[in-house]
């Protein structure tokens, strides 16, 4: 453990949010898996697929 752990009181490393990658096909619009991750407070960031 370093020194800035040391000082976290609050526990603020520990609900810092970790990077999570959900695959899903965009070619379908999906609308409520949208809505619901984005009111979780997901940021959803969209790729195409390489097909092949």
Request: hydrophobic share 35%; no cysteine; charged share 30%.
């Amino acid at each position: 453990m370093g020194y800035a752990d040391h000082l976290d009181l609050v526990g603020k490393n520990q609900r810092q949010r970790k990077v999570r990658e959900i695959r899903q096909d965009t070619r379908e619009q999906d609308a409520v898996t949208s809505n619901l991750l984005t009111g979780m407070g997901y940021t959803i960031d969209r790729h195409a697929m390489l097909i092949g």
